[in-house]
């Protein structure tokens, strides 16, 4: 895989985990225990400068990838198991975000390494993979599955908001 195919996999990859963790947080939104806005209707966030300080809500919230996918499985496991998205994105996503790139031989797979904290002067290695025009495809897959099943439920979920 050339650099420029890599950046282009790599690209794609990160912009499926991005748009699935703002499908998360609107799913979350959605809810009836949801946080309110806080913000008033027509309030063009985007123009804001840097420095505004806005209400805490589903949407603007630090919580992590790994909290909004357990949150949201709890809800559907409420409803309905076959929904859950799979945790173990997270674990990718935060190689991609605290890992290290690298290839030893030119025009080689990149490989992706990550390290947890040390400890006594040592780290343990927690991911390694190359990553391959294959990986790239099995991981977005597997985000995409992830994106599939926020979108279905929450057309349930509007659906029963509607009917009440």
Not at 4 to 29: P, T, V, W
Not at 70 to 96: F, G, S, T, W
Request: charged letters at 30%; glycine letters at 6%; proline letters at 5%.
């Amino acid at each position: 895989m050339t650099v420029d195919e890599h950046c282009k996999q790599l690209g794609g990859l990160l912009g499926n985990l991005q748009s699935l963790e703002f499908c998360l947080r609107i799913f979350l939104h959605h809810l009836p225990d949801a946080r309110p806005l806080g913000v008033p209707f027509g309030t063009d966030i985007y123009t804001l400068p840097v420095g505004s300080d806005l209400p805490e809500n589903e949407l603007t919230s630090y919580e992590s990838l790994g909290e909004l996918i357990a949150r949201y499985n709890r809800e559907v496991l409420a409803h309905r198991a076959r929904e859950q998205i799979d945790p173990a994105l997270v674990i990718v996503r935060d190689a991609l975000a605290h890992g290290r790139v690298s290839t030893n031989e030119e025009n080689q797979p990149m490989r992706l390494l990550k390290f947890d904290r040390p400890r006594a002067g040592r780290v343990r290695i927690t991911f390694n993979e190359e990553m391959t025009m294959d990986w790239f495809k099995k991981q977005k897959q597997k985000v995409l599955l992830g994106l599939k099943r926020v979108h279905e439920a929450y057309k349930t979920l509007t659906s029963r908001n509607e009917k009440a």
